[in-house]
């Protein structure tokens, strides 16, 4: 059974129509990436997921539960970090974890509450106020609130956004424990670096639509691979060259970024740049990154062939 | 059950860490509208006979701060987590719409009570009360503080700013309250004015409320008993409805 299973999800909201039929499935275990421009739907589909919004077509499944008709089920399988920096200012760090906790069934639950505070270096602050907390501390509470009731599918909307070095490692050690122990990860961030080491596979979204959908190796060898990075001193790009730019908008600047297949396309390119009279300035080989396959997908046509 | 009785103790303790401002000002206001009309009337009205002015007044403002109490209650605190955002860690759980209905209003309830047994201590030093009737006095205090704690809840839930939640109780709750015979029998109004306050809802929670007191009252308690029930089934099927929708709480 998936952990996730998002089936024609439509959202309309006035004049937005911020998901247009968004289907996806997660299994158990994975850890999957949410990724897409702001605006991009990635948060209303979130709210759908968490029953914070309800969708106007389709349904999600969480773990076979559907959010809607069968919710006390889902919502227990689930939990979220909000993207928002959300805190009741009247407790402390324990006692909204403790009511945290309570609101999900559960009442002698201090053993596990120490151990999610201990994992985000929480512990020296749990009789602090919410109010008295610094921004990362409170962004620590946020997670460990999600936590409480060990849910087997956590999703986290953005959990690093403003967040210093340090909470990073610290958050990204303890997930990427739970992950190891089978809780399925979802996982929504704007640092692309972080979904390209952490995620298994990667769905990116545009305009409410799902326009990749693959494993994050996979996309980038599809999309990306190798690059050619040059600098012109003399001359222009050769037409003949001019499909392999990496961004077909400017092709005729000093610097350009051609796409190779392997290694052995660098000689024909080279020749090819010499006979018509080019002299470089620089040359660098690099191995494209999930940026560049995040610029390629958002900026091509809009639905990628064959993924889905 | 736990996550209920986790609500209802969270909502409870939210006011209860401010009591200050969420029980002993309210306590404190009574006192000083006891003292002001109290003493400014005292010599020229007599509502029912034998019974001082002052003895008539109290009843009224006890059950009035309950009313308010269990109103500010339920609203404020959820006007404020929807304004500040941590909603979402009670729209988040498992928790059902019957649970977050009954904690909402069970800890206002409290809240009424709270204030209004503290009205009660504090002015009765100054008059005596009679019990003609207690189980009437509980049975629409009861009641009283559920209405208005329902109420705080439905308008909680329609409200998204603070002056929307100020408007509902300025333009409504307030002047129902003041004009429901707090500070007077409606017996003592020209006769329009007397229709029209038997359409007040909150006229009958008062009068019935009163009359537990001094086994007197401008209509029978047993009506009142019946228009303040019903008045509480149709809030709460409407507050119900209303979560389950997840009318303005779940886009």
């Known amino acids: 059974m998936p952990a996730i299973e998002i089936r024609h999800v439509q959202k309309r909201y006035k004049d937005v129509h911020a998901l ?10 994975e850890f999957f990436g949410l990724l897409g421009p702001n605006g991009a739907g990635k948060t209303t589909l979130i709210s759908i997921l968490a029953g914070l919004a309800r969708a106007d077509q389709g349904s999600i499944a969480v773990r076979g539960h559907d959010v809607v008709t069968d919710f006390r089920a889902a919502r227990r399988s689930l939990g979220v970090v909000p993207q928002e920096l959300v805190f009741d200012p009247v407790f402390t760090v324990r006692e ?33 106020n919410m109010r008295a907390l610094s921004g990362g501390m409170k962004r620590r509470v946020l997670v460990a609130q999600a936590l409480v009731h060990r849910p087997p599918v956590i999703v ?94 400017n092709v005729n600047g000093q610097q350009h970024s051609l796409r190779l297949n392997s290694y052995d396309d660098v000689e024909p390119i080279l020749a090819q740049c010499r006979a018509e009279g080019c002299t470089f300035d620089e040359l660098d080989i690099r191995k494209a990154d999930l940026e560049d396959v995040f610029v390629q997908i958002m900026n091509g046509p809009e639905v990628i062939e064959g993924l889905a | 059950m736990i996550g209920f009785q986790t609500l209802l103790y969270k909502e409870i303790l939210r006011f209860w860490k401010v ?27 007599e509502v029912y006979p034998g019974v001082a002015y002052t003895s008539f007044l109290i009843p009224g403002l006890v059950m009035m701060s309950v009313l308010q109490n269990a109103f500010s209650n339920s609203s404020s605190s959820l006007i404020q987590s929807k304004i500040t955002g941590n909603l979402v860690f009670m729209l988040l759980p498992p928790l059902s719409h019957w ?89 003592a109004l020209p006769p329009l004015w007397r229709e029209v306050s038997r359409l007040n809802p909150f006229f009958y929670m008062i009068d019935g409320f009163r009359y537990g007191f001094f086994g007197a009252s401008d209509i029978d308690p047993l009506k009142s008993l019946a228009i303040v029930t019903s008045f509480a089934v149709v809030l709460t099927i409407l507050a119900i409805r209303l979560l389950a929708n997840g009318y303005k709480l779940r886009h």
């Open chain 2, 99 to 187: 649970e977050i209905f009954s904690a909402y209003t069970l800890a206002s309830m409290v809240r009424g009570l709270m204030v209004g047994f503290g009205v009660f201590i504090v002015t009765i030093w100054f008059v005596p009360v009679s019990f003609a009737a207690p189980l009437y006095i509980i049975a629409f205090a009861i009641l009283g503080s559920a209405i208005l704690g329902v109420l705080g809840l439905i308008a909680g839930i329609w409200a998204e700013k603070f002056d929307q939640l100020a408007a509902f109780q300025s333009f409504l709750i307030m002047p129902l309250t003041f004009l429901s015979g707090v500070f007077y029998s409606t017996h």
């Open chain 1, 156 to 249: 986290l909307d953005e959990p690093t956004a403003g967040v210093d070095v340090e909470l990073r490692q610290t958050l990204w050690k303890f997930i990427s424990r739970l992950n190891r122990q089978g809780h399925t990860i979802v996982l929504t961030t704007h640092y692309l670096e972080e979904a390209e080491s952490l995620c298994d596979r990667l769905a990116m979204l545009r305009r409410g639509e799902v326009v990749a959908l693959d494993r994050t190796s996979a996309l980038l060898q599809r999309f990306a691979g190798l690059q050619l990075v040059l600098r012109l001193s003399n001359g222009v790009l050769p037409a003949g060259l001019r499909s392999l730019a990496a961004d077909p908008n």
């Open chain 2, 19 to 45: 009591a200050l401002q969420t029980v002993m000002a309210p306590v404190m206001t009574a006192l000083l509208y006891l003292l002001i009309f109290g003493h400014a009337f005292q010599s020229r009205v």
């Open chain 1, 96 to 128: 909204s974890l403790r009511i945290q906790s309570g609101y999900f069934g559960l009442n002698r639950n201090d053993d596990w509450i120490d151990e999610v505070m201990a994992n985000l270096d929480l512990t020296e602050k749990a009789d602090a």
């Open chain 1, 20 to 29: 247009k039929g968004v289907s996806l499935t997660i299994e158990e275990g």
